[in-house]
């Protein structure tokens, strides 16, 4: 994350978590969730505010947080009443541990060349047969906006930086954002997994 975005992200935490933890998230749960064993671990990279780790821990999940912002990252520990490390993707360093990881509008902030080496990573973090969900913002580019730096991706930009970290593509698709003011910004989701070698 760019010192710009986490500067951003620092400087509105209260309004954004305010903005986005009601969201109507099912629709992503049910398509998470089910690839996931009962009570298994998930880890919430990128966590915001904290609002789908809560409703995971809720739901009976083992759950780890963590948010490259400090203040979210407060706001992140309140809500789930546990420790929320503050730390980028970079320092993801965990071997075979989370049975899922979940990167909802998280991942958008690295930059395209160092997403290679992230996805490298959040596939080691992962058990053999884990999940990983993604999600972008749908497009080509890498821009800044409002201070924020974004990395847009469309399915084949996505299908590339992956097969470079050796994940592969269980399902992909569209989705609308949950925001009534931003209806017609679409995101690309994504369920990935590990991919295995034919020997």
């Not at 080496?117 to 913002?137: E, I, M, R």
Request: negative net charge.
């Amino acid at each position: 994350m760019s010192q710009s975005t986490q500067n951003y992200y620092n400087h509105n935490a209260q309004s954004f978590a305010e903005s986005t933890f009601s969201l109507d998230m099912s629709a992503l749960y049910d398509e998470f969730l089910p690839l996931i064993p009962a009570g298994g671990a998930i880890l919430d990279a990128g966590c915001g505010s904290g609002r789908d780790a809560l409703f995971f821990k809720q739901s009976g999940f083992r759950v780890t947080a963590f948010d490259a912002s400090e203040k979210l990252a407060v706001i992140a520990a309140q809500n789930l009443q546990q420790t929320v490390p503050v730390k980028t993707f970079t320092q993801v360093a965990e071997l075979n541990e989370y049975d899922g990881i979940w990167c909802c509008a998280s991942l958008l902030h690295v930059s395209k060349k160092d997403l290679p080496t992230v996805f490298s990573k959040l596939k080691n973090a992962l058990k053999p047969d884990g999940v990983l969900y993604v999600s972008f913002k749908y497009g080509d580019t890498e821009r800044e906006k409002d201070g924020r730096v974004f990395t847009d991706l469309n399915e084949q930009g996505l299908a590339e930086l992956i097969e470079l970290a050796g994940l592969t593509i269980i399902k992909s698709w569209q989705t609308g954002d949950q925001r009534a003011d931003r209806a017609a910004e679409i995101w690309l989701n994504a369920l990935l997994q590990q991919r295995v070698t034919i020997k």
